[in-house]
């Protein structure tokens, strides 16, 4: 009985560590803002993909939470947290 025990631990540890493995995620965000424009350049790898995204934003004006937002609003639509 213990060896069956430890054979399905067995099995379900290997099951779970593949599963982490194949879901990897490589980022590299960059975003610089002046407050006149605000950049943002994402790279990264995401499901065996390559997701690339660079584009400027004009900022002047806005507030530190709209600018937050437009971050949020592309990492979302991206897929990328």
């Known amino acids: 009985m213990k060896k069956i025990l430890y054979i399905a631990c067995a099995c379900f540890t290997l099951q779970a560590s593949a599963q982490k493995s194949s879901k990897q ?3 590299s965000k ?6 006149k424009t605000m950049h943002v350049k994402i790279s ?3 499901n065996g993909k390559l997701v690339r995204f660079s584009h400027t ?3 002047k004006g806005l507030t530190s939470a709209q600018k937050d937002s437009i971050k949020r609003h592309v990492t979302d639509s991206l897929g990328i947290n």
């Open 30 to 35: 960059s975003i610089s803002d002046n407050g």
């Open 25 to 27: 995620e490589n980022i």
């Open 44 to 46: 990264a790898t995401k």
């Open 57 to 59: 934003y004009n900022v």
